[in-house]
């Protein structure tokens, strides 16, 4: 078992689009997390949104998700992985409508948009793994990848009231959209994510045998 870690590990660390974006999904899903179940209902609590609103919020998001779905049956960019990292931005928008303008039409319209993001960046990613992984050894780097990715949640849902509290809620939703741009910048700017793009297929031989007629 400890050899099959080594070489996931090694097929992990080996490909820095790989570790990169796994590293900014930790900090990207702490911001998202807290802005989600800590610090949005604080919000909805004391602003005319309300439960009934937050609530139709979080549906919106899965809405959208599900409208990205659909859309990337019929759309995917040559730079698939670039496009959904740049799209995963529009999810700072949750937090810095929470601190700015907490109506409930604005987060509904937000989320949905965002919620296609995320399905794109999801869609992507794991399209792009399955092609440029080999297959023997994909499971392994998913295992690094889910580890990585949700390694922050449970501390970020830790840490969002006592940083709401020692900071001020505003402040607290300023950081977490901060955490969450930053994230999609560095994705954005590493050379070896903005290259990648699908393998050339590679033409069948042409066979000498005669066609049968």
């Keep these: ?4 870690l080594r ?4 097929e992990f660390t080996s490909r820095s689009w790989v570790w990169v974006i796994v590293v900014a999904f930790c900090f990207l899903n702490a911001g998202l997390t807290a802005s989600f ?26 809405l959208g998700a599900v409208a990205g779905g659909v859309l990337s049956l019929r759309w995917r960019p040559r730079r698939a992985i670039l496009v959904g990292c740049a799209l995963m931005g529009l999810t700072a928008t949750t937090p810095l409508l929470l601190a700015l303008a907490p ?4 987060l509904v319209v937000a989320n949905f948009v965002a ?8 869609v992507a990613w794991y399209s792009t793994l399955n092609e440029q992984i080999p297959e023997d050894r994909l499971a392994r780097v998913y295992a690094y990848d889910d580890l990585g990715s949700y390694l922050a949640l449970p501390l970020a849902q830790f840490a969002a009231g006592p940083a709401a509290l020692l900071l001020g809620l505003h402040a607290a939703l300023y950081a977490a959209a901060a955490l969450i741009l930053l994230a999609t910048l560095t994705m954005v700017a590493t050379p070896s994510i ?3 793009a ?11 045998d005669p066609v049968p007629g």
């Excluded at 109506?103 to 604005?106: C, E, M, R």
């Excluded at 919620?115 to 999801?122: H, K, L, N, R, T």
């Excluded at 699908?198 to 000498?208: G, N, R, W």
């Design 103 to 106: 109506h409930t039409w604005l």
């Design 198 to 208: 699908p393998k050339t297929a590679q033409p069948l031989p042409v066979s000498e």
């Design 194 to 196: 903005r290259a990648l």
């Design 37 to 62: 179940t800590v610090l949005g209902p604080a919000v909805a609590d004391t602003t005319p949104i309300g439960r009934t609103g937050w609530g139709l919020a979080l549906a919106a998001s899965s």
């Design 115 to 122: 919620g296609v993001g995320v399905e794109q960046a999801g």
């Design 7 to 10: 070489v996931g590990w090694r």
């Design 1 to 4: 078992m400890i050899r099959e």
